[in-house]
């Protein structure tokens, strides 16, 4: 059964929708830890249970080692983005936000994204990928306007349908193109005799316009700041990790699997657009005063840190990436675990609001101050790790003006990171400010994620077990 | 021959007739007018089905798009009486760039298309029921099956219903009760307009 954590992820999703049904909102408490538990399961059968070499259904549903960690970072982020959301859902806040609720129908759809993302990385064939990805895109347009009395979050969901429907229509064109060409649906390698043709060379260019769209590649990229902006802090959260890497095991899958090979011949595209999309997002980072507005910025910086691993084609490329994706998941999601809890408690949204922040609550500030730290990539925090090893790839496959790009991005971003560190820190505390409280569940989470993200950047054996159990599966 | 001729010609006509109306529906002002031109395009759609002998796939292209979608689209039109609404301007800069945008993708695609050889499966007129063809293969767990995205897509649309009732229902959500404070669960705090709001007895207040 190797797609027993997928089976389990649609059993909680199907039995949180049921169980909602008949309980009162009072007793509505406990879907979250449904959620959480299920995720939990799904995650233990998957490491216990899943061989990280199989296939079933004649060949369509596979794992591999990288599919596998892939599902691993899945299920990482959507556990802690339903321990970070549940506060918030459940009401245990300072201010009263309107308008949002829903709590089963929430879990639901989120469980339903995650599946998608899994089957994702699983799928052999166009038709399952394409749909997979609708379907860890789709309801993430409902999440993004989940608060429905909120206007922002209003138009933030519109402008996402608009965007993503664009974005859809471009891939499906691509992928259609393909099959014309091919007349084959089976993610198998293309013949290389298509490069000859313009057609194959349309079809790659609405393929990259559309894994653009999910990854937040500058040109593509002018969706995120409304739509992280507008959308409750749990979703932005959850957009700017598990969607991410649900845009890269997409083009992993095509990269990879179907455009074997290709890759190495587009190493300067990749490069160019690694390159745009980092300087773009650190230097309008500088100028965001919306915290969420400034982490979508940052995430799609962050973007352009992740593709290096793409260029030239290098098999180191592929567990460098993982590893960073694994790093940013608990890194920038212990970030949004601060804004959650302070915008769940104070209501409030912009970066000067933090000001005094390490006055009324040093533990806080502190786990903060780290996390933004490794996003920048100061050692010995694990983001340093992380880009060390993406550098080295980009540096490996030639590219050393990209490294020095990459380099100077990083200092740029060490910038911006520190303004809100600067407003914790330095800045004075209002005088009728007091210290605020926080939930023992997000008090838990913030230190377990704290803590794993100490520990991934001192630790080797993470990396090591991803980069000898990938490297030995993409030199067969 | 006379068939391939017949087959031939009915296609360049039907193709013709789409982009016609194409055209009349990003240009109509009216938006009824509008959706009976998509409608159009549609039921062609449906008719090149049809020349290629995909019986199913025409039939469903009908029901769906034609009687279901049109049919949805033309009735919001008539409810909110939002035709007369669309009275956009862009400004002429905005138009020449828009066209330019789109004929230069219009030309580049039918370019690639033009001077690259395209996979040409057998063309297959043998008489087999497509219907039961399909049916076997949605359901069919071996190599030739579809049977996970089948079920992919059935979560989809579980996730899209669910989804789209909760950002469209007109109650209020409950609102978030304060259960750590062991106090009732809180009032809906979101006032409807007098019209949508519902009586503690359940019937509508109007």
Known sequence: MIFLPELIVVVCAVAILLTDLWLDERRRVILAPMAAIGLVVAMASLIISVPQNGLTLGGRFSVDPVGWWFKVFFLLSGLITILISLDLLDGRVGVRMRGIGFRGEYYTVLLATILGMMVLVSARDLITLYVSLELATMPLFVLTAWRRDDAQSGEAGMKYVIFGAMASACMLYGLGLLYGLTGSTALTAIDRQLANMPAFWLATAMLVAGIGFKLTIVPFHFWAADVYQGAPAPVTAYLSVASKGAGLAFAFQILYRWMDGWIADAAVGVAVFAALTMTLGNTVAIVQHNIKRFMAFSAISQAGYLVMGFVGGLPEGIPAMLFYLLVYAVTNLAVFACIVWFSNQTGKEQIEDYRGLARTNPLIALTMMLGLFSLAGIPPLSGFVGKFFLFSVASKAGFHWLVAVAAVNSTISLYYYLRIVRQMYIEPADKDSTRLPITPTLAATLMVLSATQLLMGIIPSLYETISSQTLAWLAR | ?206
């Open chain 2, 1 to 206: 021959m006379i068939e391939r001729a017949m087959i031939t010609i009915l296609f360049y006509g039907f193709a013709a007739a789409a982009i016609l109306l194409a055209l009349a529906v990003t240009t109509s002002r009216n938006l009824l007018r509008a959706a009976v031109c998509l409608m159009g395009v549609l039921l062609i759609q449906a008719a090149f089905y049809l020349l290629l002998s995909a019986d199913f796939l025409a039939g469903v292209q009908v029901l769906v798009y034609v009687g279901g979608i049109v049919v949805v689209i033309a009735f919001v039109v008539t409810l909110t009486r939002s035709s007369q609404l669309l009275m956009d301007h862009p400004s002429p800069l905005r138009m020449s760039l828009a066209f330019a945008a789109s004929a230069g993708f219009a030309v580049v695609s039918i370019a690639s298309l033009w001077v690259s050889a395209l996979h040409q499966p057998g063309m297959s007129h043998s008489k087999v029921d497509s219907t039961k063809a399909i049916g076997m293969a949605l359901l069919d767990t071996g190599k030739t099956g579809y049977v996970l995205p089948f079920e992919v897509v059935s979560v989809l649309l579980l996730a899209a219903v669910i989804g789209g009732i909760v950002i469209a229902r007109k109650t209020p959500p409950p609102s978030q009760p304060f259960t750590t404070g062991g106090d009732k669960p809180g009032e809906a705090d979101v006032t409807l307009p007098k019209s949508q709001r519902i009586s503690k007895d359940g019937r509508d207040s109007r």
